[in-house]
């Protein structure tokens, strides 16, 4: 059962997307996005969950905050770890955002094609071959660039490939969620 989080009085609640994700280039990522979605009518709210990610933590951290109906919850996670998709799947009510084998791949089908099997390592590398300055964590002006002009290059090759396999990244869901909010 979901907490009955209050609502304030006289002011109207808009919907939150909550995304709980795995460390800082996830949140990084998640903070352009909402730059760039300036949806007034959602909030976009990133917090980094790390290998803590549980339903427990999710309550705790939604407990006391006003509520929406139309809240939804999105779990931003690597699978570079075997057991974190088991773990992540027990997680009622949410969303999975998961790239196989890191967020690096989704950055990187922004700039091609990858449909053979991959590690973060070699992604990071295709990334910095792409952008000398890319470091794990942060998104200079060029990724940034790139993340928003081929979202939807990144979103169309993120759809042919097999979930959960690898390479394979599900945060494309996120993108088609935000631009169904934006065209409303």
């Not at 999710?58 to 057991?83: A, C, M, Q, W």
């Not at 196989?100 to 053979?116: D, I, M, R």
């Not at 396999?165 to 409303?184: F, T």
């Amino acid at each position: 059962m979901g907490s009955k989080r209050r609502k304030p009085r006289g002011k109207k609640i808009n919907p939150t997307l909550f995304v709980f994700c795995e460390g800082e280039t996830e949140e990084s990522y998640i903070n352009l996005l909402r730059s760039e979605y300036k949806i007034p009518s959602i909030i976009i709210h990133p917090k980094i969950g790390g290998g803590d990610i549980s339903d427990k933590f999710i309550r705790n951290y939604k407990k006391g905050r006003p509520s929406h109906p139309k809240d939804e919850t999105f779990l931003f996670y690597d699978l570079d770890v075997p057991e974190i998709l088991q773990r992540l799947r027990k997680i009622e009510n949410s969303k999975l955002l998961i790239s196989n084998p890191s967020v690096e791949l989704w950055f990187l089908l922004h700039y091609k094609n990858q449909t053979a099997n991959v590690n973060s390592d070699y992604c990071c590398k295709e990334l910095k071959n792409r952008n000398k300055v890319y470091k794990k964590g942060t998104i200079d002006d060029k990724l940034k660039e790139k993340l928003l002009l081929k979202k939807n290059d990144a979103l169309n090759r993120a759809k042919k490939l097999d979930e959960n396999k690898n390479p394979s990244s599900s945060v494309y869901k996120l993108i088609e969620v935000l631009n169904g909010l934006k065209v409303k």
